[in-house]
C-alpha cells in the first residue's frame, strides 16, 4: 500500500509539473511532448514494482519502536559488561586470583562484541542498515491500529476497482451497442467516394465503417475491435466532409481509441487520485490539438479559417457525445484552445525534450526513494493478499473488456425510413 502510495504521489506532483509547464510553454511547443508525457505516466503506474533496492533516500514507517527495543536490550548489556568491570575491578587486589581475572576480563571483552554484533543484527532486521550515502526518514504511527487501517484502505480500494470497472464497462457497452443499432452505412455514392478515395490516400488498407446515425451532432470514431466512423444526418458538404473524414482518419492511424481506453483503465485501477482526472482532462485536448495540427500543416490560412468555421458549426450544435469515442469537436469550452493551436502552427516546434526530462526525474524517484513498513508478520500476509487481488482484479478488468467487445450481438440493420420511425 505504501508503494502504491508512493507511485500515485509522485505522478501526481509529476502531472501538475507537466501542466504547469506546458502553460508557459504553449505559444513554443506543440502538444506532442505533452501527449508522450501522459503515456509515460501511465505506463508507470500500470508497473507497481518497487525498484529501490539501492535507493538514496529512504523512508521507514514503524521505526521507532524497533530502535526503542534495540537500544533497551542494548543498554541491558552494557549494564552487565558493567557489574562484570566492578567485579573484575575488586578481584583485582589479589594477586592469587590473576588467572581468573584474566578468564573473567576475556568473558567480558566477549561480551561486549556479542552485544555490539546483536545490536547490528536487530538494525539490519528493522531495515536501518549503517550504509554510507542513504538518508532516512524515519515516521512513527504511535499506538494508532495502522495494519488494520492499511488493510480496510486495501478492501476500499479494490471494492473502488470493481465498482468503477462495472459501471465504466455497462457504460461503454450500452453507449456502443446503441450507436450499432441505431445507424446505418452510408448510402451516398459521393460520399463513400470520397471517404474512400482519401483511405487510399492516407494507406490505410482496413478502413473504419461509415455510417451514419441521426442521434449524433458531432462526427466521431468509435468501437475498438470493430471501430466505425459515424457522421451525422444532417447535409454537409463535400469540401466539410473532407475536413471531417481527415480528421477522424487521423485519430484512427495513431490508435487514439486505444490510447483513451488505456488512460481509462489507469483512472479505474488508481481512482482516488485527483491528479489522474486532470490529466484525462488535458490529455483529451492534446489528442485534438495533434490531430488539427497535422491537418493544419497542409491547409492554406483560406482552408484553415473554413475548418475553424466548421468546428464551431459543431460545437454550437452539440448536444451529448457517445462514452470512450474521439469526437470532431468536444464542445464550446475546449474551441478557443484549437483555434489558438492553429492559429500558432508555425511558430511551435516538436520537441520531445520536456517529457524526457520529467519522464526521468519519475523513473529516477521512483528508484532512488524508498518506503518501507516495519510491523508484525501478518502485515506481509495482508499485503500479499492484497498484491494478488490487485493483479486478479486487473486481469479480470482486462478480460472483461475483451468479453464486452465478443459479446456484442450482431446488430440488425433496418431501412432509413424504420431507423428515423424508432428513433426516440
Not at 124 to 130: H, R
Request: charged share 20%; glycine share 6%.
Amino acid at each position: 500500500m505504501f508503494l502504491i502510495l508512493k507511485m500515485n504521489v509522485i505522478a501526481a506532483l509529476i502531472i501538475c509539473a507537466t501542466v504547469w509547464i506546458g502553460h508557459f510553454t504553449k505559444g513554443k511547443y506543440s502538444s506532442k511532448w505533452k501527449y508522450y508525457m501522459w503515456l509515460i505516466v501511465m505506463v508507470f503506474l500500470l508497473i507497481p514494482v518497487d525498484f529501490s533496492g539501492g535507493s538514496l533516500l529512504r523512508i521507514q514507517i514503524g521505526q521507532k519502536e524497533a530502535n526503542s527495543s534495540a537500544s533497551s536490550s542494548w543498554r541491558g548489556k552494557q549494564n552487565a559488561s558493567n557489574q562484570a568491570e566492578n567485579k573484575n575491578e575488586a578481584g583485582e587486589t589479589s594477586t592469587t586470583d590473576a588467572v581468573l581475572s584474566g578468564n573473567l576480563i576475556s568473558t567480558v571483552v566477549d561480551e561486549k562484541s556479542n552485544a555490539v554484533n546483536n545490536a547490528a543484527e536487530e538494525s539490519a532486521k528493522s531495515g536501518q542498515v549503517p550504509s554510507k550515502g542513504i538518508s532516512t526518514i524515519t515516521l512513527s504511527y504511535g499506538t494508532l491500529p495502522l495494519e488494520k487501517l492499511l488493510n480496510a484502505a486495501g478492501i476500499i480500494w479494490l471494492c473502488g476497482i470493481l465498482l468503477f470497472g462495472f459501471t465504466r464497462g455497462m457504460r461503454y457497452y450500452f453507449s456502443l451497442h446503441k450507436m450499432e443499432r441505431w445507424s446505418y452505412p452510408a448510402d451516398n455514392e459521393e460520399m463513400q467516394e470520397l471517404y474512400f478515395r482519401l483511405c487510399r490516400k492516407k494507406h490505410i488498407k482496413n478502413p473504419p465503417r461509415l455510417l451514419v446515425w441521426e442521434g449524433l451532432t458531432s462526427p466521431m470514431l468509435a468501437g475498438i475491435r470493430n471501430p466505425g466512423l459515424y457522421v451525422p444526418e444532417k447535409a454537409f458538404t463535400l469540401e466539410e466532409l473532407e475536413f471531417i473524414f481527415s480528421h477522424e482518419l487521423s485519430h484512427y492511424m495513431r490508435h487514439d481509441l486505444w490510447y483513451k481506453m488505456l488512460m481509462l483503465i489507469v483512472t479505474t485501477i488508481y481512482w482516488f487520485n485527483p491528479a489522474l482526472y486532470l490529466m484525462q482532462r488535458e490529455a483529451e485536448k492534446d489528442i485534438e490539438n495533434l490531430c488539427d495540427g497535422k491537418m493544419a500543416a497542409h491547409y492554406t490560412m483560406k482552408n484553415r479559417m473554413k475548418y475553424g468555421e466548421l468546428l464551431l458549426k459543431i460545437a454550437a450544435s452539440q448536444n451529448h457525445i457517445p462514452y470512450m469515442s474521439v469526437g470532431f469537436s468536444d464542445g464550446k469550452k475546449v474551441f478557443k484552445d484549437r483555434i489558438l493551436y492553429m492559429k500558432n502552427l508555425r511558430c511551435l516546434k516538436e520537441n520531445v525534450f520536456p517529457a524526457v526530462l520529467l519522464g526521468a526525474i519519475l523513473v529516477g524517484a521512483q528508484v532512488f526513494v524508498g518506503v518501507s513498513f516495519d510491523a508484525v508478520q501478518a502485515a506481509d500476509e495482508g499485503f500479499h493478499f492484497l498484491r494478488r487481488s490487485l493483479f486478479m482484479l486487473m486481469a479480470g478488468f482486462t478480460l472483461m473488456i475483451a468479453a464486452i467487445h465478443g459479446l456484442i450481438p450482431p446488430v440488425t440493420r433496418y431501412p432509413r425510413g424504420v431507423c428515423r420511425l424508432y428513433t426516440p
